[in-house]
Nanobody, 115 residues
Framework: QVQLVESGGGSVQPGGSLTLSCAAS????????MAWHRQAPGKQREFVAL???????NYADSVKGRFIISRDNAKNTLHLQMNSLKPEDTAVYYC?????????WGQGTQVTVSS
């Protein structure tokens, strides 16, 4: 059983930065893909960024150039550094891991971007 716990959410003004973290219960070096998704009020959950076990990354066009995803295998933690935040980045952010063909999700952390 894999458990994922997000942290680091909060409120920030437009143009500000936040770094989200996702602590995993197991060794994340075994997770083929780890990713961040988000869900804004009244909208479907959408992909934000992913990181593969081989070091590959991919980003949604809406966050490309502003967000950076990274893994710390020694600490079993996934990070999402978010810069130049916009009001449209407001959402609950979820950590996701693909392990042995099963999807695991965290409980989410709220990010609010507002002046």
């Amino acid at each position: 059983q894999v458990q994922l716990v997000e942290s680091g959410g909060g409120s920030v003004q437009p143009g500000g930065s936040l770094t989200l973290s996702c602590a995993a219960s197991g060794s994340i070096s075994n997770f083929y893909v780890m990713a961040w998704h988000r869900q804004a009020p009244g909208k479907q959950r959408e992909f934000v960024a992913l990181h593969t076990s081989s070091g590959g990354t991919n980003y949604a066009d809406s966050v490309k150039g502003r967000f950076i995803i990274s893994r710390d295998n020694a600490k079993n933690t996934l990070h999402l550094q978010m810069n130049s935040l916009k009001p449209e980045d407001t959402a609950v952010y979820y950590c996701n891991a693909l392990y042995k063909l099963l999807d695991y999700w965290g409980q989410g952390t709220q990010v609010t971007v507002s002046s």
